[in-house]
C-alpha cells in the first residue's frame, strides 16, 4: 500500500484515461514487487524484470505523469529507477559503460544468456546443460567474433556472396511461381505491367518480408554454408514464425502449454530449427572427423565460425540435441535484427524527400553499373563502399536510432557502487542491472525533433582532415561493455552493402501511391513493422546512354 500512496501524489490532474492507466500500472508494479520479494537470488533473470524494463521505458518516454510515478515509486535515486532490490534499471547513466565494462566476475552476462537459452530459445535445463553452458559460453563465442567482429573476416565473407548478381533478382519478374526466388516466396508478389507505371515494368511486393528474406539467404549460407538452406526448406519461415510473435511472449513468462495458436505453432516453429541445426552441427562432425557425411552433402564452404564451434561442442562433449539448442540463439541474432534494420534503411531512405539522390550520388564511385541497356552491377568494392560512404552510414545511424531497441543485462556477481553525480549507489550481490539504451535515442535534449529522419545529425567534421565522418555519439545500437554484440562489424557491413547494391539498380514507389510508415513494435532489439509496405519495384533505367537517371 505504500507504493500506491506514495504514487498517488503523481496523480492529480490526470484525465480518467489516465488515472486508469496509472491504477492498472499502480497494480502490475505492485505485482512485480511482491515476485521480486518471493523469488530467491539464483542467478536467473526474473520475468516480471523484463515487465518492469517495458513499463518503465514506456513511462519515461511519456514523460509526463509516468516519470513522476515511477520517481515517486522507485526505490534509489538519480539515475537508478526500478522498485526492488532485486533489479534497477540504469537510465542515462553517463557512466554506463564503465559500470557494464567490469569483469564477468564482478559483473555476468552468462545467466542472462542462459536464462534466455532455456526460457525462450527453448534448451531443456539439466544441471549437465547448465554446467557445460557456464563452462564453455566464452570458448563458444571466440570463433563467432573471429568471422563477425573482424572487419578483414566479415567483408571477405560478404565478397564472396556476390551480392552484385544475388541482387540482380531482389524481384525476378517472374510470373510463375515456381521460379521465384526462394525470398520472393513470402513477399505477396504480383507482376505489375508496364502501363500501370509511368510504361516500367515492376513487381508489387510487401517489402518487409521480402528484405528480411533476402538478407537472410545472403547471410545463413556465409555462416553455415549453401547446402543448409537448400537442404532444409522451412529455416528461414520458421525463424520468423518463432521470432515474431512467440518470442516476446516467452520472454515476459507466457507458459509454454498456453492454448493460443501463436504458441503452438511458435513451438512447433522453433522443435523444426532445433533439429534442423543439430543435424547440420552432426553433418560438420562427421566432416571434420573425416567420416562419410549425411546425405553426402557439401561441407567445403561450412565458415571457421562453425567448424570452430562444433570443434568445442565435440571437445565439451555437448550431446546433438544440445547443439542444435545452444545454436537457435546464434542463428536468430545473426539475422532477427540485421534483417529487419535492412528493411527500415530502405524504406527511410526510399521515403524521406531528397535522400535517395545524394545517397547513390555518394556511392557510385564504388558501385560499378553497365553503361547500356538494363541496368546491372558489374563491379561492387564493399571494403571502400563501407568505409568512405559517411553519409550512407549516417543513414543507418539514424535508422538505429528510430528503430532498435536494446537493452544490455548483466547480473551482479560481487557487490559493486555505481557513483552517479551526487550519488553513489551500493548495488549487492544477486541484484540484476538493465540498461535500456534506446531512451537516450528518443531523448529530444540529445536528439532535436527526435521523431524526424535526420542522418546529418550523425555527421561530425573529423578534428584533422575537417572531412564529415559518421559518429555514433550517445547512440548504443550494440549494447555496452563486453558482451556488446558480437555479430556488429559484419551486421553493418551486410546492411550497408546490401542497401547500396539495392539502391543502385531498383527503383522503388509505394503501392498505395504515397508513402505511410508502419507503427513499430517495439521489443527487445530492432522494432518490427506492425504491418507490411506494399511497394512497386521497378529496374532503375537509363536516361541517356550511360547516364542512370
Ligand atoms: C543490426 C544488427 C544487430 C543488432 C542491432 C544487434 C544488437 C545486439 C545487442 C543490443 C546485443 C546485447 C549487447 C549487450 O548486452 O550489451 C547483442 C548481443 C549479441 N549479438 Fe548482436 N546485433 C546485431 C547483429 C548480430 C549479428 C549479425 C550477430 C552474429 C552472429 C550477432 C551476435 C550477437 C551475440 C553473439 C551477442 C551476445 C554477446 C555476448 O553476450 O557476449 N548480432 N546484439
Not at 536468430?332 to 534503411?345: D, K, V
Amino acid at each position: 500500500m505504500r507504493l500506491v500512496e506514495r504514487a498517488a501524489s503523481a496523480c492529480t490532474s490526470l484525465s480518467i484515461a489516465d488515472a486508469y492507466k496509472v491504477i492498472a500500472i499502480i497494480l502490475l508494479l505492485i505485482l512485480v514487487q511482491r515476485a521480486a520479494f518471493r523469488s530467491q537470488p539464483n542467478g536467473i533473470f526474473p520475468v516480471w524484470a523484463t515487465l518492469e524494463i517495458g513499463i518503465t521505458q514506456y513511462l519515461l518516454n511519456e514523460r509526463g505523469w509516468g516519470r513522476k510515478l515511477l520517481s515517486g515509486m522507485r526505490r534509489y535515486g538519480g539515475s537508478l529507477y526500478g522498485i526492488s532490490s532485486r533489479h534497477q534499471l540504469l537510465v542515462n547513466l553517463t557512466d554506463v559503460d564503465r559500470v557494464m565494462a567490469q569483469g564477468h566476475h564482478t559483473i555476468d552476462h552468462i545467466s542472462v544468456q542462459y536464462t534466455l537459452l532455456t526460457r525462450v530459445f527453448g534448451a531443456a535445463e539439466t544441471p549437465d546443460f547448465k554446467q557445460k553452458t557456464f563452462a564453455n559460453t566464452k570458448e563458444l563465442t571466440a570463433p563467432v567474433e573471429q568471422l563477425f567482429l573482424n572487419d578483414a573476416a566479415a567483408t571477405a565473407a560478404l565478397e564472396s556472396a556476390n551480392i552484385p548478381r544475388e541482387v540482380n533478382s531482389y524481384v525476378s519478374f517472374s510470373s510463375d511461381s515456381q521460379y521465384l526466388k526462394r525470398w520472393e516466396r513470402s513477399a505477396n508478389v504480383r507482376f505489375v505491367d508496364g502501363d500501370h507505371l509511368d510504361k516500367a515494368a515492376g513487381v508489387e511486393v510487401d517489402l518487409h518480408s521480402l528484405t528480411r528474406d533476402f538478407g537472410t539467404c545472403i547471410a545463413v549460407p556465409l555462416f553455415y554454408g549453401k547446402d543448409f538452406l537448400e537442404r532444409c526448406p522451412t529455416v528461414i519461415d520458421d525463424l520468423w514464425t518463432f521470432d515474431n510473435d512467440f518470442f516476446p511472449l516467452m520472454m515476459i513468462g507466457v507458459p509454454k502449454w498456453a492454448p493460443f495458436k501463436v504458441v503452438r505453432e511458435g513451438k512447433a516453429a522453433r522443435s523444426r530449427l532445433h533439429h534442423e541445426l543439430q543435424a547440420l552441427y552432426k553433418r560438420i562432425a562427421q566432416h571434420q572427423r573425416g567420416d562419410a557425411v549425411d546425405f553426402d552433402a557439401d561441407m567445403s564452404d561450412v565458415s571457421r565460425a562453425a567448424l570452430g564451434r562444433s570443434a568445442v561442442y565435440e571437445r565439451a562433449n555437448f550431446s546433438l540435441e544440445q547443439r542444435g539448442m545452444m545454436e537457435l540463439p546464434i542463428y536468430w541474432g545473426q539475422n532477427a535484427n540485421t534483417q529487419p534494420m535492412l528493411f527500415w534503411l530502405l524504406v527511410y531512405i526510399y521515403s524521406s524527400p531528397g535522400i535517395l539522390d545524394r545517397v547513390r550520388d555518394e556511392i557510385s564511385p564504388y558501385v560499378e553499373l553497365s553503361s547500356s541497356g538494363s541496368v546491372e552491377i558489374t563491379n561492387m568494392h564493399i571494403s571502400a563502399l563501407t568505409r568512405n560512404c559517411q553519409y550512407l552510414k549516417a543513414c543507418l545511424f539514424e535508422t538505429y536510432r528510430l528503430a532498435n531497441d536494446p537493452t544490455s543485462i548483466r547480473y551482479v556477481v560481487r557487490p559493486i557502487t555505481i557513483r552517479d553525480g551526487d550519488y553513489k549507489h551500493d548495488l549487492k550481490a544477486g541484484t540484476f542491472i538493465s540498461a535500456p539504451h534506446s531512451l537516450v535515442s528518443s531523448d529530444p535534449l540529445i536528439f532535436e525533433e527526435p521523431e524526424k529522419f535526420v542522418p546529418d545529425r550523425f555527421l561530425i567534421p573529423d578534428a584533422t582532415t575537417g572531412k564529415s565522418v559518421a559518429r555514433y555519439g550517445r547512440l548504443k545500437p550494440w549494447g555496452s561493455g563486453a558482451a556488446m554484440c558480437k555479430g556488429r562489424t559484419f551486421a553493418e557491413k551486410e546492411i550497408l552493402a546490401l542497401a547500396a547494391a539495392i539502391i543502385s539498380i531498383w527503383d522503388m514507389k509505394p503501392a498505395e501511391g504515397e508513402w505511410r510508415l508502419p507503427a513499430m513494435v517495439p521489443g527487445t532489439g530492432v522494432k518490427r513493422p506492425t504491418k507490411d509496405i506494399r511497394v512497386v519495384i521497378s529496374r532503375r533505367v537509363l536516361s541517356s546512354p550511360g547516364k542512370v537517371t
